[in-house]
């Protein structure tokens, strides 16, 4: 499973609104896509001051859910930590549970897991790794770039799984950092990556990040944009690389924030809003609490479809712009907060797969 330059890697949470997202993808897209799932944390509630499921319950349905909304296509398959030490029913490790019960489907799942983690998640990992024959992949910080020795540590991680680094993706995850001044940071960031040895040796090299901001609060009401930064700095890093160093693939963390905040919903009143993605920008249009006015999408959808600085693509693009599209003719209904998050990653994802086509030329 050698991936190229034109593969796009999703960072994603295995929520509804995330895990429609990738279901509604066209099969062209789809064929280009390699997601980073994570199973996320139980939501917790606030009004019993309880977490909502057991692990085995918030855990179980990913089976079945993963077989009908992404098939037999590759994926890597993380944890968040509160779900690697929690137990299934029996005290089976959750990656046990998930391995065993994808294999006989066929599907193609990787474990992902960080440099640093405990011995129970990796011997779960290593015997999922045995038994599928598909590998693994170590999940960096630019910390662990940074400090110790890199190129050992991955080595050591790769003789851990039984494995050789031909059979190991290297994922390296900024998260949200500040990307400018874009030549400057290039220039650390490959001085960095070059501690991790030859790049060449391992099966996949993956750089992550995301410019978009934890909360939209400071978002303007009305119109407004958020540069992307991660993809406008990973341009420069294309061509500040130097001649000969393996380049990383493209990744992102959708429009979703990768810090996992457990928000009481009794007391937060989402705004009604679109993060529409352009070529160099999420594009936003914000209005007010979107449960006391959920007719507020119908506007929204108009300006997207209307308003130049959206560069509006079309009904065709996407299941997201069709969508859009639908919303400001008033031929679908306002939905909920779920679906619009489903509507504006679809979009999103389509549009960077365009994105990387355009960059390195349609193969």
């Given at each position: 499973m050698n991936l190229?330059?034109?593969?796009?890697?999703?960072?994603?949470?295995?929520?509804?609104?995330?895990?429609?997202?990738?279901?509604?993808?066209?099969?062209?897209?789809?064929?280009?896509?390699?997601?980073?799932?994570?199973?996320?944390?139980?939501?917790?509630?606030?009004?019993?001051?309880?977490?909502?499921?057991?692990?085995?319950?918030?855990?179980h349905p990913f089976v079945a859910r993963f077989t009908a909304k992404w098939g037999k296509r590759p994926a890597w398959i993380a944890l968040d930590k509160t779900i690697a030490d929690g137990r299934m029913n029996g005290n089976v490790h959750p990656f046990d549970y998930l391995f065993d019960g994808l294999r006989p489907n066929g599907n193609i799942a990787i474990p992902a897991l960080p440099l640093e983690v405990d011995s129970d998640t990796i011997d779960a990992a290593a015997r999922a790794a045995a038994a599928d024959g598909q590998g693994a992949a170590v999940l960096l910080r630019l910390e662990d770039l940074m400090s110790g020795n890199p190129r050992k540590a991955i080595v050591s991680f790769a003789s851990g799984f039984g494995i050789g680094l031909d059979e190991l993706d290297v994922i390296v995850d900024l998260r949200a950092r500040n990307f400018e001044p874009y030549k400057v940071f290039a220039t650390a960031l490959t001085a960095a990556m070059k501690r991790l040895g030859n790049l060449y040796?391992?099966?996949?090299f993956v750089l992550l990040g995301t410019a978009i901001p934890d909360s939209?609060?400071?978002?303007?009401?009305?119109?407004?944009?958020?540069?992307?930064?991660?993809?406008?700095?990973?341009?420069?890093?294309?061509?500040?690389?130097?001649?000969?160093?393996?380049?990383?693939?493209?990744?992102?963390?959708?429009?979703?924030?990768?810090?996992?905040?457990?928000?009481?919903?009794?007391?937060?009143?989402?705004?009604?809003?679109?993060?529409?993605?352009?070529p160099e920008t999420w594009a936003t249009r914000k209005g007010g609490a979107f449960r006391d006015n959920p007719a507020q999408m119908y506007a929204h959808c108009d300006e997207v479809v209307k308003d130049p600085a959206f560069a509006f693509r079309g009904a065709s693009f996407s299941y997201g712009d069709k969508y859009i599209a639908d919303c400001a003719a008033m031929a679908e209904s306002p939905s909920n907060l779920s679906r619009w998050k489903d509507v504006t990653i679809n979009h999103h994802i389509t549009t960077v797969v365009d994105d990387l086509a355009t960059l390195f030329g349609t193969p």
């Open positions: 190229s330059k034109h593969t796009y890697v999703p960072a994603v949470r295995w929520r509804q609104g995330e895990y429609q997202a990738l279901f509604r993808l066209t099969p062209a897209v789809k064929d280009r896509v390699m997601p980073l799932i994570t199973i996320p944390p139980v939501e917790f509630d606030f009004e019993l001051w309880q977490p909502k499921k057991s692990v085995h319950e918030h855990v040796e391992v099966r996949n939209f609060a400071e978002i303007a009401k009305g119109s407004d944009e958020i540069p992307r930064h991660d993809w406008l700095f990973f341009k420069e890093l294309m061509t500040a690389m130097p001649v000969g160093m393996r380049r990383p693939i493209y990744g992102d963390h959708t429009i979703v924030h990768p810090e996992f905040k457990a928000l009481d919903m009794r007391k937060v009143k989402a705004a009604g809003k679109i993060v529409y993605t352009t």
